[in-house]
């Protein structure tokens, strides 16, 4: 009887949570003007208009550049920590981890903020720079986790094996370190990407005047009205920011299996 009870529960909440997502995607091809029940005609029309939008071509080019760059210097200073924290002793090693890990306990609200106070103290203004600074401070813990977990599991004699045929530290990196982590680095890229194209809430304090991300911009459609393009713009977002965080996984899951069908072999 309880663990029925539990049960219920259990698919109780996930019907509250996801029911409004199904509500959005279901309502995305609906021929309706108004976007809402009963359903008429099964349409693509509304993803058409997407195309003919140009405020959504503009934001999603923004998000898109955002998005890229973000992945490139969040992933080039995750690995570049990663590396430190787990092949490195030094001081004030718990410290830097902390630093790196404290955006993901602060509210967005907060850090966004404080960021924009921060700058506001150097008399620089809202910027597409600001943007991407913040992004690159939301999206690096998730870098530098996925590069720790990737990291711990490579062992160290492969790089001192390196090391006793004459490799020296930079040539370890090259082609021993880097080509392993290889499919972490696509994974947490993948990441940083996903994060960075979803936010909203910090983005809004720091987006300059004028310019939009594709969160930003359905938040402001949905001052004027509720359009059956919004569904339609939401339904894209969601498969797209599904389909990456899978992709990364994939990946990771299948160097995990490579890794102990070597370590099988090996053995």
Same mark, same amino acid.
């Given at each position: 009887?309880?663990?029925?009870?539990?049960?219920?529960?259990?698919?109780?909440?996930?019907?509250?949570?996801? @029911?409004?997502? &199904?509500?959005?995607?279901?309502?995305?091809? !609906?021929?309706?003007?108004?976007?809402?029940?009963?359903?008429?005609?099964?349409?693509?029309?509304?993803?058409?208009?997407?195309?003919?939008?140009? @405020?959504?071509?503009?934001? @999603?080019?923004?998000?898109?550049?955002?998005?890229?760059?973000?992945?490139?210097?969040?992933?080039?200073?995750?690995?570049?920590?990663?590396?430190?924290?787990?092949?490195? *002793?030094? &001081?004030?090693?718990?410290?830097?981890?902390?630093?790196?890990?404290?955006?993901?306990?602060?509210? *967005?609200?907060?850090?966004? +903020?404080?960021?924009?106070?921060?700058?506001?103290?150097?008399?620089?203004?809202?910027?597409?720079?600001?943007?991407?600074?913040?992004?690159? +401070?939301?999206?690096?813990?998730?870098?530098?986790?996925?590069?720790?977990?990737?990291?711990?599991?490579?062992?160290?004699?492969?790089?001192?094996?390196?090391? %006793?045929?004459?490799?020296?530290?930079? *040539?370890?990196?090259?082609?021993?370190?880097?080509?392993?982590?290889?499919?972490?680095?696509?994974?947490?890229?993948?990441?940083?990407?996903? +994060?960075?194209?979803?936010?909203?809430?910090?983005?809004?304090?720091?987006?300059?005047?004028?310019?939009?991300?594709?969160?930003?911009?359905?938040?402001?459609?949905?001052?004027?009205?509720?359009?059956? *393009?919004?569904?339609?713009?939401? %339904?894209?977002?969601?498969?797209?920011?599904?389909?990456?965080?899978?992709?990364?996984?994939?990946?990771?899951?299948?160097?995990?299996?490579?890794?102990?069908?070597? !370590?099988?072999?090996?053995?």
């Amino acid at each position: 009887m309880g663990s029925r009870f539990i049960t219920l529960i259990t698919w109780a909440v996930y019907l509250f949570l996801f @029911a409004p997502i &199904l509500v959005v995607v279901i309502l995305s091809f !609906n021929s309706s003007q108004f976007g809402s029940f009963p359903f008429r005609d099964f349409t693509f029309h509304w993803y058409a208009t997407l195309l003919d939008n140009q @405020a959504i071509l503009d934001a @999603a080019k923004t998000s898109l550049v955002l998005g890229l760059l973000v992945a490139l210097i969040s992933t080039a200073i995750g690995v570049l920590a990663a590396l430190a924290l787990v092949r490195h *002793e030094f &001081l004030g090693k718990g410290f830097v981890l902390v630093l790196i890990t404290a955006p993901l306990l602060i509210p *967005e609200t907060v850090l966004g +903020v404080g960021l924009l106070l921060f700058m506001r103290t150097l008399n620089q203004p809202r910027s597409l720079l600001l943007l991407l600074i913040g992004h690159v +401070v939301l999206t690096l813990p998730f870098v530098v986790m996925v590069l720790q977990a990737r990291l711990v599991g490579i062992k160290r004699s492969y790089e001192e094996a390196a090391r %006793t045929l004459g490799a020296n530290q930079v *040539e370890v990196l090259r082609t021993v370190t880097l080509p392993l982590l290889a499919p972490a680095l696509f994974a947490a890229a993948l990441f940083a990407f996903t +994060v960075s194209f979803d936010n909203i809430t910090a983005s809004m304090f720091w987006r300059p005047g004028g310019v939009q991300t594709v969160p930003t911009e359905i938040f402001a459609m949905l001052r004027n009205s509720i359009s059956p *393009e919004i569904n339609a713009l939401g %339904t894209v977002i969601i498969a797209f920011t599904l389909l990456l965080p899978m992709i990364g996984g994939l990946i990771l899951r299948g160097r995990a299996h490579a890794d102990l069908n070597q !370590n099988k072999m090996g053995e």
